[in-house]
Structures are given as C-alpha cells and as structure tokens.
C-alpha cells in the first residue's frame, strides 16, 4: 500500500535508481568484477611471495606408469614397500616446505614494498627451501636406485625415458635448484 501512496515522480525517481545501481551490483558479486576480496584492478600485480614447489619422486612416477614398464606384481610390491618408506622419511621435510608455502605464500602489499625485514625473512625461507629440497631430491634418488635395481633391462628403459620426460617438465617450471 506504501507504493500506491507515493506520488508518481518519486516512484519514477526510485525506480530509475534501483536499475542503475543493479548492474554495479551485480558486477561486485563476480569474482574478479569488483576490486575487494581477490578482485584485482587490471594492470596491477603483487609482488610473489615463495614459491615452494612439489618434488617430483620416480616411485610415484613407476606406480603411475605400471602398464607402461610392465611391472610384475612382485615388482609393484617391492616398490609400494619403497614409496611408504621413503614417504616417511621426507614427511618431515614435505611439512617444512608447507610450513613455508603457507607462510610465505602472500607477496608484498600492492602500493608498498617489501619490508627490510620481510626480505630478510624470504631470503631464508628460499635457503631453507632449498636445503629442504636437496634432502628430498637425495632421499628420492636414494628410493629410486633401490628400485631400479628390481627392474629388468627393457623395464628400466622405460622407467629412464619416463624420469628423462619429469626432469625436462621440471626444468620448464618455476622450481629452483636445489643447491645454489
């Protein structure tokens, strides 16, 4: 009943109002469309934080590719024994490197820059990061010899053509090296 008392100009007013404010409304609620809360303004980036990569190991890489080699299934045995005890052992690293992505996953606040302070701090997070993942590579190469050592010739081939193919993904993305 409040609509029909209002005088004609005012609900012409009104109603004008509520569909110009509805597509900017409507654009806020789009990721993206509005620049609070993950919208970025176009053109403006932050600066990276540390970027921890995942290690890539060949057991995994083996039970992934277990038609591909023709793993018997002694052989799968043996090598899922390996993958459970070298994941033990680079669990504590693996924390580590969370530890650190999490903490340094953010980058420098868009209109200022890093602290002297902040840029000490991942200066040695990337150190860690580093000596962390020369631990793991060694543990995982450790793991892989022990389980090319059950493969037949023809079978380790195929695991060497495989292992050849992960290491030139892993030069092409962003990981570092593990030591400087």
Not at 56 to 71: C, T, W, Y
């Amino acid at each position: 009943m409040l609509y029909l008392s209002m005088p004609a100009a005012f609900r012409t007013a009104l109603l004008s109002l509520l569909l110009s404010a509805t597509p900017a409304l409507l654009l806020a609620q789009v990721p993206g469309g509005g620049f609070g809360r993950g919208g970025r303004a176009p053109g403006i980036t932050r600066e990276k934080g540390l970027t921890v990569p995942q290690p890539v190991n060949m057991l995994n890489l083996l039970i992934q590719h277990r038609q591909d080699v023709a793993l018997s299934d002694s052989q799968f045995k043996q090598i899922i024994v390996l993958k459970r005890s070298l994941d033990s052992t680079n669990a504590p690293q693996m924390r580590r490197l969370d530890s650190l992505d999490r903490l340094f996953r953010g980058g420098t606040p868009m209109f200022s820059s890093p602290s002297p302070t902040r840029r000490d701090s991942i200066a040695e997070a990337r150190v860690v990061m580093r000596q962390v993942i020369a631990i793991v590579d060694d543990n995982n190469a450790s793991a892989r010899d022990q389980a090319y050592a059950l493969l037949t010739d023809p079978q380790l081939a195929k695991a060497r053509t495989i292992q050849s193919a992960a290491e030139k993904a892993l030069a092409e993305s962003e990981r570092p090296p593990a030591k400087p």
